[in-house]
């Protein structure tokens, strides 16, 4: 599997962006993760809820009760309006970083 | 699913007890319990489903510090300690100075222990600027 401290420094915004698809809750998003990545990246849930607790503090998402699980109620999280702001800035950050560290990896094989 | 609420209660014993630790450990073990029947449904054995789903889920201390009651901060004291510096100096350059005009007012002495004596805010003052 792939090194994660790199990856680790963007999860904010990765969950961000499953968030902002539709409201999620927490095993949903670690398996569509892995799912998108192929089993390439997984998330550890230690990770998962602790970024949850982040964002949550940063109000970039909510939570809220939703229907009755496996005997339980799920805990759905939505991206508010400052989340969608806060991700959209990052995405645009990403970008540049990328262009950046191309700019010395590229060609190399 | 015992040996998963045991695991998640093992977990979270180091962590002071609150309402949000209540709530998170919950949502955890909800999420963990349908990994757990996710994976069997996938045709893994029940123990190795659990055993995965143990394995796979990290470190605590992550959580333990997004929950952490946050560390207060050390108060800045530098500020106080430079004025402090100062106000102390002042007043031992000052005893110098009258002692120096009461008994010797001929010879004027009291400059060098100014000078030791200054040190002190000095040290302080940079102290401060540091910070």
Request: hydrophobic fraction near 40%; avoid cysteine; proline fraction near 2%.
């Amino acid at each position: 599997m792939i090194r994660s401290d790199i990856i680790r420094g963007h999860l904010d915004s990765i969950i961000l962006r499953l968030i902002l698809e539709k409201d999620q809750y927490g095993y949903e998003i670690s398996k569509q993760i892995s799912l998108k990545t192929k089993d390439r990246f997984q998330i550890k849930e230690a990770t998962l809820y602790a970024v949850f607790q982040r964002l949550e503090k940063k109000e970039l998402i909510e939570s809220y009760f939703g229907n009755i699980s496996h005997g339980g109620k799920r805990k759905y999280y939505t991206i508010t309006t400052f989340g969608k702001a806060y991700l959209k800035e990052t995405v645009k950050e990403w970008q540049e970083t990328k262009e950046i560290i191309d700019l010395f990896m590229e060609g190399l094989d | 699913m015992r040996e998963i609420k045991n695991h998640v209660d093992e977990l979270f014993k180091k962590i002071p007890d609150s309402e949000q630790k209540e709530l998170i450990k919950q949502e955890i073990l909800e999420n963990l319990e349908e990994k757990v029947a996710d994976l069997m449904a996938q045709g893994k054995k029940e123990e190795d489903a659990i055993n995965r789903t143990i394995v796979e889920f990290g470190d605590i201390e992550e959580i333990e510090k997004e929950l952490g009651v946050s560390q207060p901060t050390k108060k800045n004291m530098t500020k106080f300690d430079l004025g402090f510096s100062i106000l102390g100096s002042a007043l031992i350059i000052s005893l110098f100075v009258f002692i120096n005009f009461y008994y010797t007012p001929k010879t004027i002495w009291f400059v060098y222990p100014t000078f030791a004596v200054l040190w002190w805010p000095l040290s302080m003052y940079y102290r401060w600027l540091r910070q």
